[in-house]
């Protein structure tokens, strides 16, 4: 047996199969759903890190199932699809261990789980898909899987957050299924290929291209929460924080940036979108996207609110960094989509035990709770750090490398917008810090749980400190071989070297 | 020759329900075990039939057989194709389906009519989809019709007489159109066979005249805008089963007709006619789609709601004809197959809501579904089809329908197809969003039997599962290349 030819799809499965059967479990088996949602993980995580080792090999992982009539279904291990496999098959695992801590004896935890399996099969799919219909079947089904975990507390707010987040995702993935069907109308495949598929097609075609980059790129850029495109990302906020973390950090905006640079790269070729003359203007839209975020996290007084507006702002880093071209722009843009995925996930993380333990949810309320919590804001000001770009850590290695490659490309003014936008993330996180570490506590929390010996339950620490630990690891350890960047570079260098 | 090539499984197909019917109507007490041992027994002989065809090479696969020997003109003939093979898989796979629902949903007094009635449906529609004439075809039109009435009056009280009553005059209306179509036919060319026809056809403004008749009259039947009007409150009034049947099936057997005749009768008969009534057609589908979703959405009862659905899902049928290519009659021939599967499992899911609670007023549907977890999957999971999302059967039709419009230039018909699916994701989460919270039940609750929650679980899978065999399900449509009728 070939065993090439299964892993793609065994990982796929692995998570598919551990939802469905907790989907039947009964809600108060508490211990096999544990058991199975963390053997699921690490199973997971297993088959990835074979994989990984194999790609690095030179081993050629590719399944293909018959779908349409010279359409297959095609999940395949390429250099950048492991960049998001990896990130989203790690972060998974500690999302999982998070959120059983997170929802301890609430109910319906069986529905719960089952989705959150489903979303990072279809995360991991989104990943792995070879050509733009696996990639539009897997992003899609994201979009099914991500209502349930919005509105699973059922209250008015969550219910109005998740028909928000349907009327964006659905029309957006009508946008990108209309562009995918012209596309494949005019091309006849779909298959990603490095440097594209479309140079060859006849000039005349060429507006046509034109357009089907604007549905293409507008319908991934409501997931990636693209300015004006970004409305349901700050209302989605009423989730669980396990399920914000999905959401910010390992899936759904993820999802949506990682499908702009497949576009981008395998779809049209970076030099060819360049002379279509479409890099450009997405780069500017990135750069309103980063700088209208962060201005709009300013004056945000709910905690995860203000998070959510700097999800905004951060993850067109990586569409600028694409947008700018330029191997070196490219570089920071790539290594920002791990980036961003750590530093989020720690901030969300931390913003759920200050809910939970203390029932903060304001940045007003946060006066003095590093004294309470020493270990939870020891990993959010790393984190916050992080965003802001402070040397070493994790933000700073994508700035540097965003604006060297900006000046590499001759377009200084994205200088000014990193600059800027880094001023910002100082303006809304520092206070943040400033309040949290030297300001007098209040009397009281505003609703406050004991958890014994720690600040608050173990499950829900550990997992913003590994990452917060990870921040600081993928920044100062850039250079070493396997760090997000050593990674980023060797796909840089497939999409570029001649 | 081996055993299961020798029968003549096509006959068994009609003649099997027409048994069913008596024995169910002449042992009463037994009509649910008969019924179900025939259910069985038809979907055992289509799946017999397929194997037959499948073996088969001469005729491309197609399969003819001449009732007790004598031929066309003077006998019967029955035929087989890829169409009519699909066709009578997906109605013994809903129906089997249905039987089972069926035996749990019933009391016994209401058991002992729908037995016979609903094994007399099964034989009508095995029969019309093997008819390889137009005259059988009305035959067998009528007699479905009106076992059809007789099964939305099942429910009993004022409403039902009245939807059953306009059910039936719309019926016999309908039939007539089309029957004085066949008698134009026969007088101009002096056949009913399909082939020969089809053969023999040219213009004339008799021809002409039977085109609008036929297709004036499959229309009311098929409940296209705007002479859907029928359909809602017939649906509404009916049992969940027997909703099930008429939307899966009965709409889509007169569907069928109108696909025979446009690929194999008229096609010869004036081309410019033919694409001028495509557009109209193609319009009314567009008018289909959006008044049956906007209707859909202003729904206060659910069923009424999943009735609406229908009739903007028919309306995705229609927009083949201004296409007129192969990929456009298989895409809407596979959004055919896939909606009678998944509108089978949504109606089939209202029901066990509205048996649990006893209503299916959708405001109050906080108080039901968050205990009926499986229905509530069942129809999220019809819901995706319907909306056309992948991967199910309503995806692919929905990729290959917008595939033809492209390739023919007419991508504006694409435009329709994602409001529509737009349309849908409005209204299915309009019911899964109470999935999410829940309310006290203010009065008894009746369980539901667990087969009643399978059977729409079940169903609402195979429709999903019907987006991931689709080379297969494509290449049983090509046998005998019922499409090779048309234009390009």
Same mark, same amino acid.
């Given at each position: 047996m070939n065993w090439d030819a299964w892993m793609p799809l065994l990982i796929v499965l692995s998570s598919l199969l551990v939802g469905l059967v907790i989907f039947v479990l009964a809600e108060d088996r508490v211990k096999t759903r544990i058991w199975l949602n963390m053997a699921g993980a690490l199973f997971k995580l297993v088959l990835v890190a074979i994989m990984l080792w194999g790609v690095f090999n030179g081993h050629h992982y590719e399944t293909r199932l018959p779908f349409l009539p010279g359409l297959d279904l095609v999940l395949r291990a390429d250099a950048l699809s492991m960049l998001f496999v990896v990130l989203s098959s790690g972060l998974w695992l500690l999302t999982t261990v998070y959120a059983i801590g997170y929802l301890e004896g609430s109910p319906y935890r069986s529905r719960f789980f089952g989705f959150f399996s489903l979303c990072v099969t279809a995360t991991v799919g989104v990943a792995l898909a070879g050509n733009l219909i696996t990639f539009l079947l897997f992003y899609e089904l994201l979009t099914l899987a991500t209502y349930p975990l919005i509105v699973h507390r059922g209250t008015e707010a969550s219910r109005r957050a998740g028909r928000t987040y349907l009327v964006y995702t659905l029309a957006g993935g009508a946008l990108l299924l209309i562009g995918t069907i012209w596309l494949y109308t005019l091309s006849g495949t779909l298959e990603f290929t490095a440097r594209g598929f479309l140079s060859a097609l006849d000039s005349s075609h060429h507006p046509a291209l034109v357009m089907i980059f604007v549905l293409l790129i507008a319908g991934l850029g409501v997931k990636a929460a693209l300015v004006p495109l970004h409305g349901w990302l700050p209302q989605a906020m009423v989730a669980p924080a396990p399920v914000s973390a999905l959401l910010h950090a390992v899936a759904v905006v993820k999802a949506g940036a990682f499908g702009i640079v497949r576009v981008v790269y395998d779809v049209y070729g970076i030099e060819f979108s360049a002379s279509l003359g479409v890099t450009l203007p997405l780069a500017m839209l990135a750069a309103v996207t980063i700088i209208y975020g962060s201005i709009r996290a300013l004056f945000q007084d709910d905690l995860k609110r203000r998070l959510a507006f700097s999800t905004v702002s951060q993850v067109s880093y990586i569409v600028l960094g694409i947008a700018v071209v330029g191997p070196v722009a490219t570089v920071g843009g790539l290594v920002h989509l791990v980036h961003q995925g750590v530093m989020k996930i720690t901030l969300f993380f931390c913003a759920g035990n200050f809910a939970e333990t203390l029932g903060i949810h304001k940045v007003s309320e946060m006066n003095g709770v590093g004294r309470r919590m020493p270990w939870t804001m020891a990993a959010f000001t790393i984190g916050a750090l992080g965003m802001i770009g402070v040397p070493p850590l994790a933000g700073f290695i994508t700035k540097w490398y965003l604006g060297l490659g900006a000046l590499e490309a001759g377009q200084g003014w994205v200088i000014f917008v990193l600059v800027g936008s880094s001023l910002l993330n100082a303006g809304y996180f520092l206070p943040i810090l400033y309040a949290a570490w030297f300001k007098a506590p209040a009397d009281s929390w505003p609703a406050e749980r004991s958890f014994g010996r720690h600040e608050t339950a173990l499950a829900l620490l550990v997992p913003p400190v590994i990452t917060a630990l990870l921040v600081v690891a993928v920044g100062l350890l850039a250079s070493t071989p396997f760090s997000p960047l050593h990674w980023a570079r060797f796909i840089t260098t497939l999409e570029y070297t001649p | 020759m081996n055993l299961l090539q020798n029968i003549p499984w096509l006959v068994l197909l009609v003649v099997l329900p027409l048994a069913g019917s008596m024995l169910c109507f002449l042992f009463p007490q037994r009509g649910k075990l008969l019924g179900l041992m025939t259910a069985l027994a038809i979907a055992a002989s289509v799946l017999a039939l397929t194997y037959q065809i499948m073996g088969q090479v001469v005729n491309q696969g197609a399969l003819r057989y001449a009732v007790g020997g004598w031929g066309a003109p003077l006998g019967i003939n029955l035929y087989v194709d890829g169409l009519s093979l699909l066709m009578l898989l997906v109605t013994a796979l809903v129906g089997l389906a249905i039987s089972i629902y069926s035996s749990g949903y019933f009391n016994n007094d209401k058991a002992k009519h729908f037995w016979p009635l609903w094994m007399l449906l099964w034989a009508a529609l095995n029969a019309l989809f093997l008819s390889a004439d137009i005259f059988n075809l009305y035959v067998t039109l009528e007699l479905m019709g009106l076992a059809a009435v007789a099964l939305v009056a099942l429910a009993g009280g004022a409403d039902a007489l009245a939807g059953a009553m306009r059910y039936l005059l719309v019926s016999l209306l309908g039939s007539l159109c089309y029957l004085l179509g066949v008698a134009l036919l026969y007088h101009s060319f002096g056949s009913v066979d399909i082939v020969t026809l089809g053969q023999r056809m040219e213009s004339s403004p008799a021809v002409w005249a039977a085109v609008g008749l036929m297709t004036t009259g499959l229309l009311l039947k098929t409940a296209l805008f705007p002479l859907h009007f029928w359909l809602p409150p017939a649906h509404a009034s009916a049992p969940a089963p027997v909703s099930a049947l008429l939307s899966a099936l009965v709409v889509k057997a007169s569907f069928y007709i109108l696909l025979r005749l446009w690929l194999? *009768?008229?096609? *010869?008969?004036?081309a410019s006619l033919e694409q001028s009534l495509g557009q109209l057609l193609g319009l009314l589908g567009v008018a289909a789609v959006l008044w049956g979703g906007v209707q859909a959405l202003r729904q206060t009862r659910l069923k009424l709601l999943v009735a609406y659905s229908t009739v903007a899902q028919i309306g995705y049928l229609f927009l083949a004809f201004p296409l007129a290519s192969i990929i456009g009659w298989k895409a809407a021939f596979y959004m055919l197959l896939s909606h009678a599967v998944a509108k089978t499992a949504m109606f089939l899911a209202a029901g066990n809501i509205m048996f649990y609670g006893g209503h299916d007023r959708i405001v109050d549907l906080d108080q039901v579904a968050h205990r009926l977890p499986l229905t509530l999957s069942a129809f999220g999971l019809a819901g995706i089809s319907l909306m056309g999302l992948p991967p199910s059967g309503g995806f692919i039709a929905k990729w290959l329908l917008l595939e033809a419009a492209i390739l023919s230039g007419q991508w504006w018909w694409g435009i329709i197809l994602i409001v529509g699916g737009l349309l849908t994701g409005a209204y299915v989460f309009k019911v899964i969003g109470y999935a999410f919270i829940e309310s006290d039940l203010p009065h008894e609750s009746r369980a539901v039997p667990k087969r009643m929650e399978w059977v729409a679980l079940i169903l609402a899978l195979l429709a999903i599962a019907m987006g991931l065999i689709v080379p297969r399900l494509l290449s049983l449509m090509e046998i005998g290349s019922p499409f090779a009728g048309s234009s390009l």
């Open positions: - | 194999e *009768v008229f096609p *010869v008969a004036s």
